[in-house]
């Protein structure tokens, strides 16, 4: 009795109000849809960092052909990860608009 009463005067500001009312599942999808979104910026900052530390390996491999191979892989990778980033956000931009929901901003009605 005391812990229900504690339990309803605790509040995040940072979360939606949605997030931990009901029986979870307006949580569940806003946290799935934040983890992608933070998903994509660590994967945004993993490509730059990657093609950068590429183009500095083929500057610094002195002619090798073993050295300037390795980086080209590198960069070649990284761009290969922006295009599967990029198709990511374009296939949950159309199953968006397919299911007229947008599954990156959850709203779910109430009764």
Partial sequence: MIFSTLLAQIENPVLDTSVGS???GPA???T???LWRTLLIVG???TFLYLVWGGISWLMAGGDKDR???AKNRITNAIIGLGL????VAISIIVSQA????ILE?????P
Avoid: C, Q, R, W
Wanted: glycine share 10%; aromatic share 8%; charged share 5%.
């Fill in 99 to 102: 299911l007229n929901f947008n």
């Fill in 68 to 70: 300037v191979e390795s």
């Fill in 44 to 46: 945004g900052i993993a």
């Fill in 32 to 34: 799935i849809a934040n």
């Fill in 85 to 88: 980033m990029v198709a990511s």
């Fill in 28 to 30: 569940l999808a806003i």
């Fill in 22 to 24: 009901g029986d979870g």
């Fill in 106 to 110: 959850p709203v779910f009605p109430t």
